[in-house]
């Protein structure tokens, strides 16, 4: 995998930003529209967040597109999310591929249509190789469902003799997660004014910083994500450690996260 061209040891920088879309329905009730004009206008601000992060040279962006609990919601917005999905990865995937991007989609995917999830193999397929940026959209995902889909993979192992109970470290279970070869998100941004985590990336948030967004999904632009990232820069993540051990940490050039020299 190609180096980041920016140093990774950069801390005041997220080498991995979570987001969770929220506020397309108000966007679009604000001025009178569906709300399926606001995931519309939705598609265009994911199409400019990672503009803003290919720029930046953010390692990971992960996106919160469809929850597990999203199928609750009228059938018509169902139908036309799942729509959205398809014809955008029709669209972007070569633009997407062109610029360096590495798609791909977490969540049970199970239950979308053949041809969603053939599309979206294709598109992981043709973008395997690339490394500018990371790209997860998390379609029909739960943090729930996340922990228990590695629990149950770990279980099976140990029914059949291949792993010992005791040998489940965190590392191990991480290993089932999705997002296993990424690093743990730096920062959570959730736009929309909602103060909650949704039952997204459960297990990876747990060090995360969040940050929480006034802005409607689509009116996020770069002007919002350089508020986030300032706001993220501003502050001192302590791992565990006391204030003045980071300090002596940082200037000693080591990691706070783990402790080890950069
Ligand atoms: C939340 O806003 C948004 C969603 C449930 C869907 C997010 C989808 C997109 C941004 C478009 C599709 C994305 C891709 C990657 C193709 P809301 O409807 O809950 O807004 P509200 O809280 O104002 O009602």
Redesign the pocket.
């Known amino acids: 995998m190609e180096k980041p061209a920016v140093p990774i040891d950069d801390y005041r920088m997220p080498r991995h930003i979570a987001i969770v879309?929220?506020?397309?329905?108000?966007?679009a009730?604000k001025r009178f529209l569906p709300?399926t004009a606001?995931?519309r206008a939705?598609?265009a601000?994911?199409r400019k967040v990672i503009e803003c992060c290919l720029k930046r040279r953010i390692e990971a962006l992960t996106?919160?597109?469809?929850?597990s609990e999203?199928w609750r919601?009228p059938p018509q917005e169902v139908s036309l999310?799942m729509e959205?999905?398809l014809t955008?990865?029709e669209r972007e995937t070569e633009k997407l591929n062109e610029n360096g991007v590495r798609l791909r989609v977490i969540g049970d995917r199970a239950a979308f249509a053949p041809v969603l999830q053939e599309k979206i193999s294709a598109a992981e397929r043709l973008t395997s190789e690339n490394s500018q940026l990371n790209l997860t959209?998390a379609a029909n995902y739960g943090g729930r469902w996340d922990i228990l889909q590695a629990a149950r993979v770990l279980a099976e192992r140990v029914a059949q003799g291949d792993l010992c109970p005791e040998d489940i470290s965190t590392g191990v279970f991480e290993s089932e997660l999705a997002l296993a070869d990424l690093p743990e998100p730096d920062l959570f941004i959730r736009t929309?004014g909602?103060q909650r985590i949704s039952n997204f990336l459960l297990w990876q948030l747990a060090y995360t910083e969040l940050y929480f967004s006034p802005a409607?999904?689509p009116d996020f632009d770069d002007q919002a994500l350089e508020l986030a990232l300032n706001d993220y820069a501003s502050r001192q993540r302590r791992f565990g450690y006391t204030s003045e051990q980071v300090e002596d940490l940082v200037s000693e050039n080591a990691c706070p996260k783990t402790g080890e020299s950069r």
Do not use: P
Not at 21 to 27: A, S
Not at 63 to 67: E, G, K, P, R
């Open positions: 879309m929220d506020g397309n329905g108000r966007w009730k709300r606001g995931h939705g598609v601000a994911v996106l919160f597109a469809f929850s999203n919601r999310l959205l999905f955008t990865l959209i929309g909602e409607l999904w």
